[in-house]
């Protein structure tokens, strides 16, 4: 199989502070995998990489994105090649109605596939069924994007973007802090739903409890801004049974 | 038509003096023709327009027709609706509170005010238009209503044909107890057409409620400028959205005097600057010591899309009185960049999503219009000058009517 991804010696700051040393990272298409570390180790700073966040300078290395280096990229470009972050903690934008947002995101990356755009009423149809499905309120659609939601809510935004603007390689970063069991299974439904054995997820995660819901591939240790080990499955029971330091330490 | 040589100083008035208007002139003999010095005037050019000579528009009062809107052409009514009374008046209320020399100046050179009595509840569009170049315009409106009713007014403005002209027209609103007025101003200017200095004065007695809110859009100078006594318990709401770009100068001048007890005050402004355009916010709230139990809120916000847009804001609090609930502040700054990045990381450009922030700042205030034709119009003007044309769709400025445009279709 062809990687989606392949980040070849990636050296990134934010600000003075260098994060990422020489991250090297092959990521499988069409597989789920899973990025896990310590407080610190950079796992944020790469999915912020990967999707070209302001905050972050990248002094060297190269993410290849289906064999094509988009380091010199904008935002909306990776956006619109098929990438998308769940983010931890999604911005609230006050005024920026919830459904014109999407809409104006779905028809944006519609035109860049040389696709029809939606009409209202059809984008409304499909992201109002969709919601449904995610257990959101059918009034967040037509709020104010993410302004008051509660975490659960911004969560389940986060997913239901996803849903509507299938991309092919999705970051989700810590998709489940915050969230009650319910949440965390309706957000896991989303993500099942597209899993397609094409699509490739990279989900950061602290604690091994997403796993429970979402089958991942692979497992990759970051730790002080590299990879440290890769391995199946199994590594998730090791790492909540002795921790990040033993692993560090063998 | 006369000629008018402001230039010269106040002697040229003398020929204007009536009965009517000799409060006018003792205020405007304190106060002094502004200049360049005027505190009320620092941040916009006025000089410019006081050391010229004008010709000043006089124009022939003409049959008022019936209409469905208030039509005042070159400071005449043409057309007025049923429901409310409209004539003029020699007889005028003058509020020797009001700070700006030019309201007074505006009296001085109005021979009659525009005088609209509401009794009723009423809803009142009001159309300004001026058609001659290069002329002084003049005129005042006077506004009264009877106690408990309510009263909406739209202003617009049109000026294509009036060309480097300077209008001075202004309001004196008079609300009765337990009346509640709004007064929406919606009004774009261009550069190269006239040029507005609005002097306004509000009056709320006991118990009555005033909403002003006003949205001014363009390239082009224009301040307005309005003083607001309030009387016990009433309450005074006043938001101003200011979109403007090039060179001009624009904003708003403004006193409101808490003059009774557990009166509540209101005022917010939103600023968006693009190019070199300069923002005015100079805006007082006075506390009197008869002021007891008042809650004051004043802020203003601008958004600088350019590094040569400047906004000058002055937010001030003058209190005589512990027995207070104020704050104000100011913000000055440029779009949220987090905000920009998450919908870029959509997939949205750049400039969209400035576009989106922008709309949605102002929207804050655009949206506290409670008539829907109102603030649909008001929108489409904005839409108009920020995209060039109306082309937003409803889900973009969305009232919950999605339900309606899924069964539509």
């Known amino acids: 199989m062809s990687n989606m991804i392949e980040i070849k010696d990636l050296d990134a700051n ?105 009409n209202a009423a059809e984008f409304l149809r499909e992201a109002k069924g969709l919601a449904t499905e995610l257990g959101m309120k059918p009034e967040l659609i037509t709020r104010s994007l993410n302004e008051g939601f509660s975490g659960g809510e911004k969560k389940r935004n986060e997913t239901l973007q996803m849903l509507m603007l299938e991309p092919d390689f999705i970051i989700l970063d810590e998709i489940d802090s915050g969230l009650d069991i319910d949440a965390l299974r309706a957000v896991s439904e989303g993500i099942n739903k597209i899993k397609d054995g094409k699509r490739t997820f990279l989900i950061i995660t602290h604690y091994s409890r997403i796993l429970d819901y979402v089958e991942p591939d692979f497992v990759h240790v970051l730790k002080d801004g590299k990879i440290i080990k890769t391995a199946g499955p199994e590594l998730v029971a090791e790492l909540e049974e002795k921790g990040y330091t033993a692993l560090g330490e063998s | 038509m006369k000629s008018l040589d402001l230039n010269a100083g106040l002697d040229v008035l003398q020929a204007f003096q009536t009965q009517y208007n000799s409060t006018a002139f003792e205020r405007l003999n304190e106060l002094g023709l502004p200049g360049k010095k005027t505190e009320q005037y620092r941040y916009f050019d006025i000089a410019a327009f006081m050391q010229r000579e004008w010709t000043l528009c006089q124009t022939q009062r003409v049959e008022v027709q019936e209409g469905k809107i208030l039509e005042i052409v070159d400071g005449v009514v043409v057309q007025a609706p049923k429901g409310i009374k409209v004539s003029y008046s020699k007889q005028r209320t003058l509020n020797v509170a009001h700070f700006d020399p030019l309201y007074y100046l505006g009296h001085i050179l109005s021979d009659a005010v525009i005088h609209i009595e509401a009794s009723s509840d009423a809803k009142v569009k009001i159309v300004h238009r001026f058609t001659q170049s290069k002329v002084l315009y003049a005129y005042r409106v006077m506004i009264e209503t009877a106690p408990n009713i309510s009263l909406q007014i739209a202003e617009s403005f049109v000026g294509c044909e009036a060309k480097e002209s300077f209008v001075l027209y202004g309001y004196d609103l008079h609300a009765a107890r ?7 101003k919606d009004e774009t200017l261009v550069e190269g057409i006239y040029t507005p200095v609005y002097s306004h004065f509000v009056e709320l007695e006991a118990q009555s409620s005033a909403n002003m809110l006003s949205f001014d859009y363009g390239n082009a100078d224009g301040l307005q400028l309005f003083g607001a006594k309030l009387g016990r318990e009433s309450e005074f709401n006043a938001q101003h959205l200011l979109y403007v ?56 916000q601008a958004v600088l899309l350019n590094d040569g847009a400047y906004m000058a804001s002055k937010p001030q609090l003058e209190i005589y009185i512990d027995d207070v609930e104020a704050s104000h502040g100011s913000t000055i700054g440029e779009l949220d960049e987090q905000a920009l990045f998450y919908l870029r990381s959509r997939g949205i450009t750049l400039q969209e999503a400035q576009k989106m922030l922008i709309l949605a700042f102002a929207n804050e205030i655009i949206d506290a219009i409670e008539d829907e034709e109102i603030r649909e119009s008001v929108h489409h003007s904005f839409e108009y000058v920020y995209y060039g044309e109306g082309h937003i769709e409803c889900i973009a400025t969305c009232h919950n009517c999605s339900d309606s445009i899924i069964g539509a279709k």
């Open chain 2, 245 to 300: 770009k090039g060179t001009c100068k624009r904003g708003t001048v403004s006193k409101i005097i808490h003059a009774d007890k557990n009166a509540k005050s209101r005022q917010r402004a939103k600023n968006i600057l693009g190019d070199k355009a300069r923002g005015i916010f100079d805006a007082l709230i006075k506390i009197e010591p008869e002021g007891g139990g008042t809650k004051a809120l004043q802020n203003s």
């Open chain 1, 14 to 118: 934010i600000g003075d502070k260098n994060i990422l040393k020489g991250l090297n990272l092959a990521l499988e298409a069409g597989k789920v995998h899973v990025i896990m570390g310590p407080n610190g180790a950079g796992k944020s700073t790469l999915s912020k990489a990967i999707v070209g966040h302001y905050d972050i300078s990248v002094n060297g290395g190269e993410i290849l994105y289906k064999g094509e280096n988009i380091i010199d990229e904008e935002p909306e470009i990776r956006a619109l090649k098929g990438i998308f972050l769940s983010f931890q903690n999604p911005v609230e934008v006050p005024g920026v109605n919830n459904a014109y947002f999407l809409r104006t995101a779905v028809n944006a990356k519609r035109k860049f596939e040389g696709k029809e755009e939606l």
């Open chain 2, 178 to 184: 337990d009346a509640r007025v709004t007064i929406i």
